[in-house]
C-alpha cells in the first residue's frame, strides 16, 4: 500500500524569505501523480502545485516550486517571497490508479511578519 | 468557471441520529469522491463512484452509504450517528480519463455530533 509521510509537523518563515516543506512517498507503482495542497482556516483545499512522476523536470508555480527526486521518493515543495497569506496546512497527496488521494500528515506553515 | 457544490456547508445533529450530505459535481464530471477530515487529521478517502457505479470503497463505517445519482450528484447517508462522526466531510469530482486525474475539491460540510 502506498504511504505519504510529512515529517515536518509545523514550520516557521520569516516574511519574504524561502521555506521547504519536505514529502516522502513510498510506492511500487511507475505512473502516479503527485499533488501539494494548501488549506486555510476556512479548511478549502487549494491546489498549490502538481507533479507528473514520467515528467523529470520539477513544476513550477510562480513562487512555489518542487524538488521531484522519483528515485529517492522525495517530493518537496519550495516557497519562495513568502507572504503572510502563505501561512496554511500543506497537504501532500499521493494519487495513482487507484484515483485516491492519499495524503500525509500535513504541515502546519506560520508566516512571521 | 463552475466549482463542486456541498450542501448544507454546516450540521448540526445528536447521536443516533441521521444525516444526508449531497455533492454537486463540476459539470460533466463523471467520478465523485468522498472524503473525511477529523479535527487536527489529514482528509480520508471514504467511497467514490465512476458513471453512478461505486468504484473504490475506504474506511467508510457500515453506518454509512452513498450513491451517485443519473444527473451525477451525490448523497452521502450517515445513520446512527456517533460523536467521533464529527468532521469536515470533503466532496470533490474529476474527468475520468483527464491527463492528470486531479480531483477538485468542494468546500465541504462541517458536521457537529453533540
Known amino acids: 500500500a502506498q504511504t505519504v509521510t510529512q515529517s515536518q509537523p509545523e514550520m516557521s518563515v520569516q516574511e519574504a524569505e524561502t521555506v521547504t516543506l519536505s514529502c516522502t512517498y513510498d510506492t511500487s507503482e511507475s505512473d502516479y501523480y503527485l499533488f501539494w495542497y494548501k488549506q486555510p482556516p476556512s479548511r478549502q483545499m487549494i491546489l498549490v502545485i502538481r507533479?507528473?512522476?514520467?515528467?523529470?523536470q520539477n513544476a513550477t508555480e510562480n513562487r512555489f516550486s518542487v524538488n521531484f527526486q522519483k528515485a529517492a521518493k522525495s517530493f518537496s515543495l519550495k516557497i519562495s517571497d513568502s507572504q503572510l497569506g502563505d501561512a496554511a496546512m500543506y497537504f501532500c497527496a499521493y494519487l495513482s490508479g487507484t484515483y485516491k488521494y492519499i495524503f500525509g500528515t500535513g504541515t502546519r506553515l506560520k508566516v512571521l511578519a | 468557471a463552475a466549482g463542486v457544490i456541498q450542501s448544507p456547508r454546516h450540521l448540526i445533529k445528536e447521536k443516533r441520529e441521521t444525516a444526508t450530505l449531497k455533492c454537486y459535481p463540476i459539470?460533466?464530471?463523471?467520478?465523485v469522491y468522498w472524503y473525511q477530515q477529523g479535527p487536527g487529521q489529514d482528509p480520508q478517502f471514504l467511497i467514490s463512484f465512476y458513471e453512478k457505479m461505486q468504484s473504490d470503497k475506504g474506511s467508510i463505517p457500515d453506518r454509512f452509504s452513498a450513491q451517485q445519482f443519473s444527473d451525477y450528484h451525490s448523497e452521502l447517508n450517515m445513520s446512527s450517528l456517533e460523536l467521533g462522526d464529527s468532521a469536515l466531510y470533503f466532496c470533490a469530482s474529476s474527468l475520468a480519463g483527464q491527463v492528470s486525474y486531479e480531483q477538485y475539491f468542494g468546500p465541504g460540510t462541517r458536521l457537529t455530533v453533540t
Open positions: 459539470p460533466r464530471h463523471d467520478t
Open positions: 507533479q507528473e512522476a514520467y515528467k523529470q
